[in-house]
């Protein structure tokens, strides 16, 4: 059947427009009825279209008798707005509830199909217009399938991602004179730290955390953390591959998260650390000026992290607990390198280096402030090289802190701020001291990525000594060369180092890292 054919049934059937007739005089000047009847069918598509185009409607309001309320309202109104293939009659009514008869169900399925017709050629038009990009893009996807069915055929795990850490150390410290270790702490030397982290995941919200560490860093002056210049990026594990994380970490509800583990640390089992300052360069400054109460003890344990459920970007409440034995650290003397407490420490032995540690904090979008306590028995240490920081037989500790951050929302020229106070009550002949930090940090300094920072304070010197006015100064600039490549050179200056015969000393690396 012919458009002009289809067209009459939809006239006939819908009633769109009244009956039209030519003139007598048309008639008589054609010749047979075939060409009577072309000419009435051109005469009625023309004045229909005419009809068409100056009735069409464009909304189902348009329509006096078709009401929000009705039950296909909304698929009358698509049909009408997107595809404009429904037509009403003369007097504004669409008539929703009369029968359809077979005519005008034709009649509307052809104009529907025009539509989509012309919608379809505009389509073609495009396709061709772009065509080179869009081959372009084709070959792109069809690559990127490739390489993702290689990487699938070749992964070693399906639950568990690798991720590296190499930070090559360039640096010494030419005032300092101890030469515990065998070697002279006063020169320089390349060191390195290498950390592999095997993260294994089943359910997306869990975590088997399994790190691999070596290093080769003495013990003085940046390898120990009874060194006051103990950077942050140093273990002396002697060349050894050992395992210094092994622990499970999984949520229970929506506000607790549970850690256990035969190797895990104790500020890795807070809500977070109430400190800003991230120069990932001297060890003491990275504690929000207590390392006694974040001495950052490893071994067995177990803890928990709860945090108060709220609306996302709105201040929360945290209380955190934490449970470590630490009776043996990386390093050492020995000829033997460990690394946390093993099986020969009891996990409730006093004399195995228990660490007990809560903390209750309370954390803004840009803020944060926390009050820490830590109880220390024998083997337990304090983190910092100016102080006898190793508990001896039947001395106890009683650690606190008060900790806050501010850091602006965008970088510029107001730098971050950290302030941090940390006091150490001894028991049993283990003397008191005290601690603090000032730290500032200008994030994106001279360019993105980078940072920049200065930090001083007062590493943990006893109480009433004349040692208290023993200071620690640190400045650096952290360049991003790539995202997975910085150069950190920084400059420290401490003064009556107790591990240094109470001498000053100042020291220098130019530390690089390595991300992968």
Sequence with gaps: MNLSKKLLL???GTGMMAPMAASAQELASLNGAAAINDYMQQQDVDRFRAWESKNQVTSVTQFSDVQPTDWAYQALSNLVEKYGCVAGYPNGTYKGGQAMTRFEAAALLNACLDRVTEVTDE???????FKTELAALTGRVTGLEKKVGKLEAQQFSTTTKLKGEVNMVLGGAPGFDTTRGGGDASKTAFNYDLRLNFDTSWTGKDLLKTRLRSGNFQSDPFGSSSSIFKLDKAENTRD???IDRLYYTFPVGKTVKLTAGAQVRNTEMLAFLP???KSEVLDVFGLAGAPGTYNKATGQGFGFVWKQDVKKGDPYLTFSANYVVSSEECGGDDDETRCGADSSAGIFDSGSGLNALVQLGYRGKNWGAALGYRYGTEGSRIR???????LSAGETVNSVAV???WQPLEAGFIPSISLGYGYNGGQG???DSNSWTVAFQW???FAKGNAAGFAVGQPAVATGDNELDAFLYEIFYKFRVTDNISITPALFYGTKIRSNDGNDSWGGVIQTKFLF
């Design 403 to 405: 900790s806050a951050f």
């Design 123 to 129: 389509l073609q038009r495009l396709m061709d217009e």
């Design 10 to 12: 939809a006239l006939a």
């Design 275 to 277: 400190t800003a300052y």
């Design 384 to 390: 910092d090289g100016n102080f006898s920081n190793t």
């Design 240 to 242: 050894n591959v050992i």
């Design 443 to 445: 994030d994106d300094a």
């Design 429 to 431: 002949g283990f003397e």
